[in-house]
């Protein structure tokens, strides 16, 4: 069974309109870290944001939202008024207490901004 | 900040021929990754190793070998390249202080 799951393949927005890409994981652990990064067509994964399983504090920073729920084993991005510049493949990406080097991650969600 | 650096962007290689894949990095880092990414398939581990000497086999590591004589640098090589290697390979670089893995701007790798 897939550990993290991205169900939209791909997400085409107008620029400034709000979208929200969303992931749920599967683990047994009690103590683990989630992850989304971001790659462009340049094809360099850029870390975004690091959370552990013991902190469920929504994020914000700039144009950036994410939402943990552990009750539903989800964590979403939202991108408030998008811009050309967001349109890549995002990845979430889940690793364990177990083996922190192990990464897992979801199959990926293309977002297309247009202009 | 963190600087992951991969020796090429784009690799064009014949069947046959050995191809080393070379990764820096300058924060260091005690671990080091190597995956591939394929469409369809994602992300997929091929070798790590958490110190120097040391390494780890991934998911996928057959064809493949890796080479870590001194903790910045982390070498993949493809002993004989085939085309079924053909393919998008990334280094990554992570600290059991953090465990987030910082990726390198990856190299595409052309086997004829």
């Known amino acids: 069974a897939q550990k993290v799951t991205q169900a939209q393949t791909e997400i085409s927005v107008v620029e400034k309109e709000d979208v929200t890409l969303d992931c749920v994981y599967e683990?047994?652990?009690?103590?683990?870290?989630l992850f989304w990064y971001k790659q462009p067509p340049s094809g360099e994964l850029v870390f975004l944001i690091r959370?552990?399983?013991?902190?469920?504090q929504n994020e914000i920073s700039g144009r950036y939202s994410w939402n943990f729920q552990k009750s539903t084993s989800s964590f979403n991005f939202t991108i408030t008024a998008s811009q050309v510049v967001d349109s890549a493949v995002y990845f979430c990406a889940l690793s364990e207490a177990n083996n922190f080097n192990k990464f897992y991650f979801g199959s990926g969600t293309k977002l297309n901004v247009k202009p | 900040d963190v600087k992951v650096t991969q020796s090429s962007r784009y690799l064009v290689k014949r069947t046959g021929e050995k191809v080393f894949l070379e990764c820096v990095q300058d924060m260091d880092h005690e671990n080091m990754f190597w995956y591939r990414q394929d469409p369809g398939l994602g992300l997929r581990l091929i070798y790590f190793s958490y110190d120097v000497k040391m390494k780890e086999k991934g998911d996928i590591p057959e064809g493949y070998s890796v080479s870590r004589e001194k903790k910045e640098r982390f070498s993949l090589i493809l002993e004989s390249a085939s085309t079924n290697q053909t393919s998008m390979y990334l280094c990554?670089?992570?600290?059991?202080?953090?465990?987030?893995?910082?990726f390198g701007p990856g190299t595409r790798l052309l086997v004829l």
């Open positions: 959370r552990n399983s013991f902190d469920e």
């Open positions: 990554a670089s992570s600290t059991p202080r953090e465990e987030t893995q910082y």
């Open positions: 683990t047994r652990d009690t103590t683990y870290y």
